[in-house]
T-cell receptor
Framework: GAGVSQSPSNKVTEKGKDVELRCDPISGHTALYWYRQRLGQGLEFLIYFQGNSAPDKSGLPSDRFSAERTGESVSTLTIQRTQQEDSAVYLC??????????????FGPGTRLTVL | RKEVEQDPGPFNVPEGATVAFNCTYS??????FFWYRQDCRKEPKLLMS???SGNEDGRFTAQLNRASQYISLLIRDSKLSDSATYLCVVPMIKAAGNKLTFGGGTRVLVKP
């Protein structure tokens, strides 16, 4: 079956513009995560959604970042008034129940964002 | 102290040699751990899970030391294709979900 997909694969924008990144999780996966990875650095947790529970937004770096998820399907990550420090690869991952100790996260290919 | 720490490397390994590296974690309540592999400019993919004292899968062995709060990954008979960044992952188990905390990764370069 299809894996996690993300779009666009690459996005170049000008400083101050808003961008919207999309993630389509694996069908049936109730948990969805967004991460940021700057060049040469590790993964930085941003936000996750689990079913109808309130999302955990503790990783969002500023109020310019927001994310939404429609039911247990598509999610969008929005960055308003982009800054050059927002340049990174934004990775989305999904998993089954989200609880328990043996649920593997499957990652999408990421969106590479470049803010000029 | 960071929640999950790793030596960034790189570990330069001759082909066929054995390499091992650790990952330390701060939350003593963590029960399970994962090693993910990330190739250059690719997304991370699950390599191994570690639930009890350890796990072995072919040339890869992961061990858990709860007393000292670290997990290790050992790669035997290294192949050129083992060159990658290895990410240690510690899930924070919550009722509302399973939040993974990633280490910064250890870079391994296997050379002929």
């Amino acid at each position: 079956g299809a894996g996690v997909s993300q779009s666009p694969s690459n996005k170049v924008t000008e400083k101050g513009k808003d961008v919207e990144l999309r993630c389509d999780p694996i069908s049936g996966h109730t948990a969805l995560y967004w991460y940021r990875q700057r060049l040469g650095q590790g993964l930085e947790f941003l936000i996750y959604f689990q079913g109808n529970s309130a999302p955990d937004k503790s990783g969002l770096p500023s109020d310019r970042f927001s994310a939404e998820r429609t039911g247990e399907s598509v999610s969008t990550l929005t960055i308003q008034r982009t800054q050059q420090e927002d340049s990174a690869v934004y990775l989305c991952a999904s998993s089954t129940t989200g609880t328990g100790i043996n649920n593997e996260q499957f990652f999408g290919p990421g969106t590479r964002l470049t803010v000029l | 102290r960071k929640e999950v720490e790793q030596d960034p490397g790189p570990f330069n390994v001759p082909e066929g040699a054995t390499v091992a590296f650790n990952c330390t974690y701060s939350n003593s309540a963590s029960q399970s751990f994962f090693w993910y592999r990330q190739d250059c400019r690719k997304e991370p993919k699950l390599l191994m899970s570690v639930y009890s004292s350890g796990n072995e899968d072919g040339r890869f062995t992961a061990q858990l030391n709860r007393a000292s709060q670290y997990i290790s990954l050992l790669i035997r008979d290294s192949k050129l294709s083992d060159s990658a960044t290895y990410l240690c992952v510690v899930p924070m188990i919550k009722a509302a979900g399973n939040k993974l905390t990633f280490g910064g990764g250890t870079r391994v370069l296997v050379k002929p």
